[in-house]
């Protein structure tokens, strides 16, 4: 009786562990795809004649978080949209293409909103820094060969006007 006992126990003992090791599903977790919401419009005028060179709507990125993630995980921009970062104080800015899945062209713009750098051709998903080479309060992120394609220049200088939601 011992012996079936302990047999029993035992073929217990092995179903109980090999029910507990099955696999249990994996849960895939993936982050929601941000979509583009108008929040202003955005001029440049060329600083020789002051003629409109590109006009945009803008998302604008101001809180900690925001301008901590920009244009993460974005597949596409529309050529016509960009993304304005909005710093609280001048300063030197750096900015990497961490998780950006497209090429761009960073606007780098003083507090008197006048161009005063660029990085052309921002590379997808490379983490080099991209610095601003002098104190700024803004950086305008646009679709890459945008800059060239409608000539802006140093000095060149740009105004949004937020919309009402």
């Given amino acids: 009786m011992n ?6 126990l035992l073929i217990l003992s092995v179903l109980f562990i090999i029910v507990g090791c099955k696999e249990k599903p994996v849960k895939i977790i993936e982050r929601a ?5 108008k929040e202003a419009t955005l001029t440049i005028t060329k600083a020789k004649d002051s003629t409109l060179a590109l006009q ?6 101001e809180t900690e978080y925001e301008t901590q993630t ?18 609280p ?3 030197m800015h750096s900015f990497y293409m961490k998780n950006t899945k497209i090429a761009l062209d960073l606007l780098y713009i003083d507090d008197n909103l006048k161009i005063v750098s660029f ?9 080099s820094s991209l610095s601003s080479e002098v104190p700024v309060q803004y950086v305008l992120e ?8 409608y000539g802006l220049e140093v000095g060149d200088r740009i105004q949004f006007e937020r919309t009402n939601h």
Wanted: hydrophobic share 40%.
């Fill in 142 to 149: 646009i679709n890459a060969g945008l800059a060239d394609k």
């Fill in 3 to 8: 012996a079936l006992k302990n047999k029993t």
């Fill in 56 to 61: 945009l709507d803008i998302e604008i990125a």
């Fill in 70 to 87: 920009g244009l993460m995980d974005r597949d596409s921009m529309d050529e016509n949209q960009g993304m304005l970062f909005i710093f």
């Fill in 119 to 127: 990085k052309k051709n921002a590379k997808p998903l490379d983490e």
């Fill in 89 to 91: 104080d001048v300063s």
């Fill in 33 to 37: 795809t941000a979509t583009f919401s």
